[in-house]
């Protein structure tokens, strides 16, 4: 018997192989330069293989998966909690699993988002760049005067375990912490109404998954009713965030500042961002810390290790009714 052939789209953080490795799976890929595959090469490589390991940056469509589907292609592991990336519901119609990250990136994402949060509230980045070129004039009183984060009355968009993680750190700066999700929580602090918690909240922190469920969730209109000195963070989804509304936005003062870790088209920033007062952006580094890259990639592989040999990983995403 031939044993199963894996797809690794990417190199992965060391150690992430092993369990592929272990289990005595015939890996393929990455590249040498670890150069993404483009479709047309994703295609021709799901004829021949039984698992793809992939990233959040590999678009894995329709296309892909029902050449997979008509040859051996049985699972496919997502390194990342958020799966936009990949046509999931074809890939179950066509019997092909999806798996993603979840759990082990909460509290790196979370610590993110607190990063963000300060950074923005506080203007260290306008801050910083005036003094790294040297025209910082000494202290001032009135210098570099950014909202205070403690105290302030935090919305969190999207309530799931990122969401949550970043509740409690917020408790610890003495935030008041309210929560809008899909679905109502019944806990405290609760608010069916996104419309009503982007009027009260000072900080607003984005936390659902990306998708078309929730493109352009914050839209100008939301933006709008925020108030003059809001700060919005967003560590899940560039398209959760209309970027050209926010960007304008923050020309015209009409919100304070923001903190943006993704992006709609990434790499490709909104050019009125990259020009936009009180900003800070970063490189969706939102998981990338040394021990959780490497949980992830643990995760996705493991996953893979024992799906085909016969398991079923915890980290399956669930199907939708009705969806065979
Ligand atoms: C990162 O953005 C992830 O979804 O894991």
């Not at 910083?128 to 202290?139: F, V």
């Not at 570099?144 to 969190?156: K, P, R, S, W």
């Not at 806990?187 to 078309?212: F, K, N, Q, W």
């Not at 469920?213 to 925020?226: E, P, Y």
Request: with cysteine; proline share 5%.
């Amino acid at each position: 018997m031939t044993s199963p052939r894996v797809l690794v789209t990417r190199r992965l953080p060391e150690g992430g192989l092993d369990p592929l490795i272990n289990a005595g799976f015939e890996i393929v890929g990455p590249r040498d330069d670890d150069t993404p595959y483009s479709s047309e090469e994703l295609l021709g490589l799901a004829e021949s293989v039984d698992a793809i390991v992939c990233l959040l940056t590999d678009l894995i469509d329709y296309e892909i998966l029902s050449v997979g589907a008509a040859h051996s292609l049985r699972v496919i592991a997502n390194v990342a909690v958020g799966y936009d990336n990949i046509d999931w519901r074809s890939a179950h119609r066509l019997g092909i699993e999806v798996s993603n990250t979840p759990g082990v990136l909460d509290e790196t994402t979370a610590d993110a988002a607190v990063l963000l949060m300060l950074a923005a509230s506080r203007l260290t980045f306008a801050a910083e760049s005036d003094l790294r070129a040297g025209d910082w004039p000494g202290w001032g009183i009135t210098q570099y005067l950014g909202v205070d984060i403690h105290g302030a009355t935090l919305g969190i968009i999207g309530f799931g375990r990122i969401g949550r993680a970043v509740a409690r750190r917020a408790q610890g700066f003495g935030m008041r912490v309210l929560h809008h999700s899909r679905r109502e929580t019944g806990e405290p602090g609760y608010m069916d109404d996104l419309d009503e918690l982007c009027r009260v909240a000072d900080i607003i922190s984005i936390h659902t998954p990306g998708g078309p469920d929730t493109v352009h969730l914050i839209d100008g209109r939301r933006l709008a009713l925020m108030k003059t000195t809001a700060v919005l963070v967003n560590t899940a989804r560039g398209s959760v965030v209309d970027e050209a509304a926010l960007a304008e936005a923050l020309h015209a003062g009409s919100i304070f500042a923001a903190g943006l870790d993704v992006f709609e088209r990434e790499p490709e920033v909104h050019p009125r961002l990259l020009t936009a007062p009180r900003t800070v952006l970063l490189p969706h580094i939102g998981s990338a810390s040394q021990a959780t890259r490497r949980n992830m990639a643990l995760s996705a592989t493991n996953a893979v290790a024992q799906y085909l040999q016969g398991g079923r990983p915890a980290n399956l995403i669930a199907r939708e009714p009705n969806s065979d």
